[in-house]
């Protein structure tokens, strides 16, 4: 598939196995594709909800695309055209792509641009390590550089896999930080209220994670969601939960932060 032959030659380039004049024939054929694509992905953009990106008719050509922006970014005198339109889609993943292909190729990408990715769960943390490893870190938007932020992006991970919700949460917010101990380990689990494309307000929690609450992106291992009804339980039964796995716990209830 196109997107493991990508990862393949991105692996190559970085090693230095790869020269990447040997990609300056498939230009032309990777301009033309590009084109198509955002032909056809560009009246397909939404401005409200995020379950669009994961329909079966554009989830194909997303990731497609994506792999041709990518592509753009590392074939020597290709034309910029595809990425300066893809940097003005509604779609943050496609953005993502946009940008660092633009980065690489020594084009600045518009706050615009950059604000929707970090604004969006869904493409925050790579962002932050694109940036980080172009050393653009000075790019990233200040605003989004908090733990809640991170941990909101870990969260949406797990409920981005086909098997979970499938899709970034239409709203995500931050009710509790529940710090206690686990393994001999200081940590913070999170407790999150999301919303589906439907509407319908459910339970899910993140972490562990370091009790410093680094702002960096984050993993945790207990990260789930049972997709309990949030108002079936009281915030305390949610907790309850969480605090199965931690000893000397305490609660900071976070409400209206997010």
Request: charged share 25%; hydrophobic share 45%; proline share 6%.
């Amino acid at each position: 598939e196109l997107p493991n032959v990508m990862n393949y030659l991105n692996a190559s380039l970085e090693a230095g196995h790869l020269d990447a004049e040997k990609l300056r024939p498939a230009a032309n054929w990777v301009e033309t594709q590009a084109a198509r694509l955002l032909d056809a992905v560009a009246p397909l953009q939404r401005a409200e909800g995020t379950k669009w990106r994961s329909e079966e008719d554009y989830c194909g050509m997303r990731a497609e695309l994506s792999v041709h922006l990518d592509l753009l970014g590392i074939i020597p005198g290709i034309s910029l055209d595809p990425l300066y339109r893809a940097a003005k889609l509604q779609d943050p993943l496609l953005l993502l792509f946009a940008v660092v292909s633009m980065l690489k190729r020594g084009s600045e990408p518009s706050a615009s641009a950059l604000l929707v990715c970090a604004k969006s769960h869904e493409t925050r943390a790579s962002l932050y390590k694109q940036l980080q490893h172009l050393d653009r870190a000075d790019l990233f938007p200040r605003e989004f550089l908090t733990f809640e932020a991170f941990a909101a992006a870990a969260m949406t991970a797990w409920l981005l896999y086909p098997a979970e919700l499938g899709y970034e949460p239409t709203s995500l917010e931050l009710v509790a930080e529940v710090e206690g101990t686990k393994d001999g380990e200081s940590v913070v689990m999170c407790l999150w209220k999301f919303t589906n494309d439907e509407g319908q307000a459910l339970a899910g929690a993140s972490g562990p994670y370091p009790a410093s609450r680094p702002i960096e992106p984050l993993w945790g291992q207990d990260t789930f969601s049972n997709f309990t009804e949030w108002a079936k339980l009281t915030p305390e039964e949610h907790l309850e939960k969480i605090l199965g796995t931690l000893d000397n716990w305490k609660v900071a209830w976070c409400e209206g932060r997010m």
